[in-house]
């Protein structure tokens, strides 16, 4: 029975840490914001992302600008997966992708753009950052803009 316990956790440690650097995103990300007199100043967000195959991820995506209009953009999407990355296109703003680059412990976010004035979503509303990564469970993907703050 240990013998066969071992070669598991064996075989799944090999699924996981591949000669590939394959990462599953799957998890939830955080980012927090700043908070001064009760009032987060600063952007916050989350990211809840899920493996759906090796090509392929379910992403819920809020970011928040914070103090004092605190203006937001979030979206609930499939996007390819390939090399730890996965790049959404904005429908609204065709000059834009939104790229996220994951590693074990976070995931980055860049945009690219056209018209360095408005930016995707406007401008500063989304930001090149860094979500820390806060849990590998698989989360619930849904629309996240009611979801209010992120604290």
């Keep these: 029975m240990k013998s066969l316990f071992l070669l598991f956790t064996i075989t799944c440690s090999s699924l996981l840490n591949t000669d590939d ?15 001064q007199k009760n009032k ?24 928040n600008k914070g103090y004092p209009g605190y203006e937001s953009v979030s979206f ?13 296109n904005p429908a609204a703003y065709a000059d834009c992708t939104i790229i996220f680059a994951f590693s074990n412990k976070d995931a980055e976010i860049q945009q690219v ?23 590998s469970d698989k989360p619930v993907i849904q629309d996240l803009s009611a979801h209010g703050v992120t604290e």
């Design 21 to 35: 650097g394959f990462i599953d995103p799957t998890g939830t990300y955080i980012l927090k914001g700043e908070v």
């Design 40 to 63: 987060i100043i600063s952007h916050s967000g989350e990211i809840r992302v899920k493996l759906l195959d090796n090509g392929k991820v379910a992403i819920s995506f809020y970011i």
């Design 76 to 88: 609930v999407d499939t996007l390819p997966y390939a090399d730890n990355l996965a790049k959404y």
């Design 113 to 135: 753009y056209t018209d360095p004035q408005s930016g995707c979503f406007g401008k500063d509303i989304l930001i090149s950052t860094f979500f820390k990564k806060s849990s």
